[in-house]
């Protein structure tokens, strides 16, 4: 017979005694599994925490700066105030992660999924996300200064009062998401699709919008 396991709800994160909790005191590391797990305030830059699996994890206050991350699972994960800065991201699942005031900047979000997301006044400037997946993503009074968002998607996505200065949005899906009061202003949008988009009051003074 195996140990038996009970899971028990708090605040939308499942966090499982017995046999599963075990597994919440493997050291990490490469594909280490942590989901359901409570890590607040780890201290952990720099690490190779490849392919690991974080879903439903607490994770608030964390610092993965630096951190090898590609493919990782940080799906409905928490992830508030965590600092992600210059971590290697590429393709990893934030799908329905909520992160007040994350810390992206200068991270690779390659091609990561970020869908239906809550990121609300998180900063992503400078990341390089072409592919990445932002839709129906909650990002209002996000920055994405600098941000490589090439053919990335937007669409759905909750964009009021976000800093685009200097990004880079060819091709970039935008198509019904909420750009109120965004700033756009003098970037080139070629190829941008805008279609059915709520543009209240959004700066687009110099932009280039051909094609």
């Not at 140990?3 to 280490?32: H, I, N, W």
């Not at 685009?164 to 109120?180: G, W």
């Not at 970037?187 to 094609?211: E, H, K, W």
Request: glycine share 12%.
């Amino acid at each position: 017979m195996g140990q038996e396991t009970s899971c028990g709800g708090s605040d939308g994160l499942f966090l499982c005694a017995g046999g599963a909790a075990a597994k919440c005191q493997d050291a990490p590391g490469a594909r280490v599994d942590w989901s359901g797990c409570s890590k607040a305030r780890l201290m952990l830059t720099g690490e190779d925490l490849t392919g690991t699996i974080f879903h439903r994890s607490l994770l608030t206050l964390s610092d993965f700066a630096s951190s090898k991350m590609a493919g990782a699972n940080l799906s409905e994960t928490e992830i508030s105030r965590t600092r992600f800065e210059g971590a290697d991201l590429s393709k990893a699942d934030f799908t329905k992660a909520l992160g007040w005031r994350a810390n992206f900047g200068q991270a690779n979000l390659t091609g990561a999924v970020f869908s239906s997301a809550d990121m609300s006044r998180s900063n992503f400037a400078q990341v390089k996300a072409a592919g990445a997946n932002f839709g129906k993503a909650e990002l209002n009074r996000s920055d994405f200064s600098g941000a490589d968002l090439t053919g990335a998607n937007l669409s759905k996505a909750e964009l009021a009062r976000v800093l685009f200065q200097s990004a880079k949005l060819i091709k970039t899906d935008f198509s019904y998401s909420n750009l109120s009061r965004a700033r756009l202003d003098g970037l080139d949008l070629q190829g941008a699709n805008f279609t059915g988009s709520y543009m209240y009051l959004t700066q687009l003074g110099g932009a280039n919008l051909r094609r």
